[in-house]
């Protein structure tokens, strides 16, 4: 049996008293909780804010408790549920437990604490233990999957991890399959979101280049040449060039503008556009992670945790200290994997990817599997062959000093 069967299973059993009253949407606060109750009006007036009418407005408090346990019990289960091992000469339970005060306020269950207290004083269970404590949720089980491909391809084995199983441990993700389980989660555990944002013809996509004199083309504003790719970029190691950018002028300038490097320069500031429609892997706008208390979309709950935690990874700070040579790798691997195996579920490719800039107060940027001569002069005209962006303008601004 499947362990969303066990735990369906499980929600079967009560596990809490009965709890008298009636509960309104507006003294709960989850979007799924608000929409639970909206669904089971029961009562004309509620027990936690006295609202009264003439019409249904509450639910049943204790069908509610239940709906709460529920969600809480999808990341907490009682210790001996879980079978958690119990030595009395070793102080109990040998595992980190959480009061279920503690576990219960970390949901937005009510903002009224008399609504949360009401919900505590019902549940039977005293103690709350993580679910898969011993081997890890899926999210954790994800995530300990990244980091462990982290540390072989920075630390271990950089270009033929795909045949390096590594230690075994039984359900651990090896490194060796990483790329096609995040490529699996995007596209079939998730596919109800759709994560490929279409880029038309008409949409600015900026770059910038600073140096001693202005640039006016796009051979020089766009990605440099095979030749003088000499720098190791998040998204993209020496030698194989990409095109960063970004949708506004300011996220292209603090992406771009280094004071102690470029004090005084030029900035030469081009807007490109697509010569054809640009598909895009959006990790910068994730859709919200579902709700605990909402039945039908908790399947998506941990890869979807796991996408938040992977995206925020990717566009970590990255001291250009050298380490960029080693802290950069790991990205450098996904985005060769997004650029040259990724497939999406219609079976298209990918131009790019789109990720949050990292610095304060910046916004989307995005990097294209766009070289310097995939980069169009603003006077072409006629049927793009290779090409995939276009110059479309060019201004000049001095760098601050
Ligand atoms: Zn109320």
Redesign the pocket.
């Known amino acids: 049996m499947g362990r969303v069967s066990e735990w369906m299973i499980e929600q079967q059993e009560r596990g809490y008293s009965e709890a008298d009253g009636d ?2 949407a ?2 709960v606060t989850d979007p799924a909780l608000k929409a639970w109750v909206a669904d089971h009006l029961s009562s004309t007036a ?1 027990t ?2 006295g ?1 009264e009418s003439d019409d249904a407005i ?1 639910a049943s408090f204790d069908d509610f408790v239940g709906i709460v346990l529920g969600g809480i019990g999808f990341d907490w289960n009682d210790p001996d549920n879980e079978g958690i091992m119990y030595d009395g000469r070793e102080g109990g339970y040998q595992a980190p437990l959480s009061d279920t005060a503690d576990v219960f306020y970390n949901y937005d269950i009510s903002d009224n604490d008399n609504v949360v207290q009401a919900v505590i004083d019902a549940v039977d269970t005293e103690a709350w233990v993580e679910r898969d404590f011993y081997r890890g949720d899926d999210g954790e089980r994800l995530t300990s999957g990244w980091t462990w491909f982290k540390h072989v391809t920075m630390h271990q084995s950089r270009f033929l991890f795909l045949k390096n199983e590594g230690d075994k441990y039984d359900d651990d993700i090896p490194p060796s399959q990483m790329l096609n389980v995040i490529a699996s989660i995007i596209s079939k555990d998730l596919a109800p979101f759709d994560f490929i944002k279409t880029i038309g013809e008409d949409v600015n996509l900026y770059r910038i280049r600073i140096g001693l004199t202005p640039f006016e083309t796009a051979a020089e504003i766009g990605p440099p040449p095979l030749e003088f790719a000499t720098q190791a970029n998040r998204m993209s190691p020496a030698g194989i060039p990409m095109f960063y950018g970004a949708f506004d002028i300011d996220t292209a300038k603090v992406e771009t503008f280094d004071v102690a490097h470029h004090a005084g320069q030029i900035m030469s500031i081009g807007a490109f556009r697509a010569l054809r429609p640009l598909r895009l892997l959006d990790l910068a706008e994730l859709p919200d992670i579902p709700s605990v208390f909402a039945d039908e979309t908790r399947k998506f709950i941990h890869p979807m945790r796991f996408l938040h935690a992977f995206a925020a990874d990717l566009v970590k700070r990255i001291a250009r200290d050298g380490r960029e040579h080693i802290e950069y790798v790991p990205t450098q691997i996904v985005t060769e994997f997004f650029r040259r195996v990724f497939r999406d579920a219609e079976g298209k490719p990918l131009d790019g990817l789109l990720y949050r800039s990292s610095r304060p107060g910046a916004g989307t940027a995005c990097v294209l599997f766009a070289e310097n001569d995939q980069c169009a002069e603003a006077d072409f005209v006629g049927k793009p062959s290779k090409q995939l962006l276009k110059l479309h303008a060019v201004t000049h601004e001095e760098c601050p000093i």
């Open positions: 509960i309104c507006n003294c509620c936690f804010c609202d509450a």
